[in-house]
């Protein structure tokens, strides 16, 4: 079992930074694959990035390739995502979750999701 918590939404304006955390418990966080997902009002849930368990491969979702970068500390059971060039469009509330599978890119395959935490990007 793993809990998810994530941390470091807010305001911000455009073309601003923020750095989200995911805290996860559990002993066998270093063996999950980690992703962001984000869902605006009236979407659906997108994905955002995700990593394998040691960081070997990541990918990012096409809308924030270049602008974002996500990061994991297995000693430290956390995962981050730093946002950054931020536009009015990255509004939405973000999600931290946790795959058993090698690698995911789709919200089917994880097993575990944290609570979410809302960014809004004013323009």
């Known amino acids: 079992q793993v809990q998810l918590v994530e941390s470091g939404g807010g305001l911000v304006q455009a073309g601003g930074s923020l750095r989200l955390s995911c805290a996860a418990s559990?002993?066998?966080?270093?063996?999950?694959?980690m992703g962001w997902f984000r869902q605006a009002p009236g979407k659906g849930r997108e994905f955002v990035a995700a990593?394998?368990?040691?960081?070997?491969?990541?990918d990012y979702g096409d809308s924030v390739k270049g602008r974002f970068t996500i990061s994991r500390d297995n000693a430290k059971n956390t995962v981050f995502l730093q946002m950054n060039s931020l536009k009015p469009e990255d509004t939405a509330v973000y999600y931290c979750?946790?795959?058993?599978?090698?690698?995911?890119?789709?919200?089917?395959?994880?097993?575990?999701w944290g609570q979410g935490t809302q960014v809004t990007v004013s323009a």
């Open positions: 990593t394998t368990w040691s960081g070997g491969s990541i």
């Open positions: 559990g002993r066998t966080f270093g063996t999950y694959a």
């Open positions: 979750a946790a795959s058993r599978a090698v690698f995911a890119i789709t919200p089917a395959w994880y097993d575990y």
